[in-house]
Structure formats: C-alpha cells, structure tokens
C-alpha cells in the first residue's frame, strides 16, 4: 500500500493559522487546557473554574483596552482636516551671523492621504517642477539633477499622547527622522522635535513648529539647536489647493 506523506504545515499567514499557529496545535492547546479538568475532585475543579474566570475577565479587558487605544481620536481628527492637496513656497535661512537673511526659496506641491481608518496620514511631497530641480548625490560618487522628493508619515501614539512622525527625503541624508510632539490648542501649533544626524557623530537637535492658521492654511517653522539655543533656519507657507 502506497504510504503518502504528511507535508508540514505552513507557519506563514495562512488562513487556516490563528497568530502563526495551525488549527492542530490550537486544538493541542485546547485539549492540554481543558482534559485536567475532567480530572479534579469537584473542589479543585470549582477552584480552577474562578481562575479561569478571572483570566478570562482579564484577558477581554486587555483586548478592550487594545483596541480602545487602537481608535483614531480628536487628535487624529487634527491632522484629518488637512488631507487634501496642497501647495507651499518656503524658504530657508543660514543660522549666523544673520538668521534674519534668505538663504534660499522653494516651492511644490503635495498630497495628504487618509490611511488605516485615520488612523495615519501619507503625505507624498515634489519640490520645485521640471525647470527647478534639484541636484542629489548618487551611487557613482556625483550629483544628479532631480526633482525633489519627500514622504512622511503621521500619526499621533494614543500611548504616549504625542503626535508622531517619520519623514525620508531625496536630498541629503540616508536616515529616517523620527518627530514627536504636543499638541497647543491656544496657539494651534504642534511642536515637534527630533535629533538630526547626517554626519556620524554630529548630532542636531532640531524643531518643527507646526502651525494651524485654519482649514485652508498653515505654516512650518523649522529650528536648530546652537549653542543651547534654537534658531529659527526655515520658514514654509502651505495653501489647500481648491
């Protein structure tokens, strides 16, 4: 008799899997759970039955709690209210000797897409157009000339109570920056900060003020630490396009 082989089962995200786990090793789990049970004096078993109990009550409220801090709140609705398309110029200054001075202006344009129930928010970002680009370091050890790129993910950590952010670019640096900041509603203004590292070794401290003007605007103000002082080195202006 031709003997068939049992093939192993798939630990990847299959349908039939439960957490990784195959619907074999989850009846495993259930039987080696329940069958002492059917052999206990009824003392015993009445004892195991209120821990169970008490286990079960608390694993719904850790799952309750889970999924509570898992739901998109006001805070989130903030950052709601600016999905849409949008266009900015800005402008950035050299922090000395005179931060007052325009170093040099930009402009683009860009999406904020709603993503996870609002949970998170994409914003896809071009600076300059096809006569303005802008000139990036590339694998052969020069410069191309490109149109600029930026993509940044919001959010705001119901854990931390913090609005959150990563932001990557085509321009300078490898690195992903992590933001995180606190919401102002006097002056409808997120401060975020972040450490800037593009060189090894020299680090930044660096701050984005994220200011709300009202539904169709609003303005970043960007900073970096100096000598225990920050020091306003960017100014961008952004207009919901109609």
């Known amino acids: 008799m031709r ?17 990784g786990a195959t619907p074999l ?11 002492p049970l059917f ?8 004892q195991k039955d209120t821990t169970a109990a008490s286990s079960l009550s608390t694993e719904n409220d850790f799952l309750k709690q889970m999924l509570d801090y898992s739901r998109p709140n006001k805070n989130h609705q903030l950052l709601a209210n600016l999905v849409g398309t949008w266009s900015f110029q800005g402008r950035r200054f050299p922090l000395s000797p005179d931060s007052s001075k325009v170093k040099f202006d930009f402009f683009g344009s860009f999406e904020r897409k709603s993503f996870a ?13 096809a006569s303005h680009k802008i000139a990036i370091p590339v694998a052969n050890g020069k410069m191309k000339d490109v149109l600029g790129k930026g993509l940044a993910i919001e959010g705001y950590d119901n854990v931390k109570q913090r609005f959150v952010k990563t932001s990557i670019t085509n321009h300078v640096g490898s690195d992903i920056a992590f933001w995180e900041g606190a919401y102002d509603a006097a002056t409808r203004t997120i401060t975020y900060d972040a450490v800037d590292e593009i ?15 009202d539904k169709d605007h609003y303005t970043v103000e960007n900073y970096a630490e100096e000598d225990g002082r920050y020091l306003k080195n960017g100014e961008v202006n952004f207009t919901r396009v109609k």
Do not use: C, H
Request: no cysteine; hydrophobic share 40%; charged share 20%.
């Open 199 to 213: 060189v090894p070794g020299m680090k930044t401290k660096v701050r984005e003020l994220f200011i709300i003007r």
């Open 25 to 35: 090793k989850i009846f495993s789990f259930v039987v080696l759970v329940i069958a």
């Open 117 to 129: 129930e609002g949970r998170y928010f994409i914003v896809d970002m071009t600076f300059g157009d």
């Open 39 to 46: 052999f206990t004096t009824p003392s015993s078993a009445q």
């Open 3 to 19: 003997q068939e082989k049992i093939q192993p089962t798939s630990t990847g995200n299959s349908p039939y899997t439960v957490g």
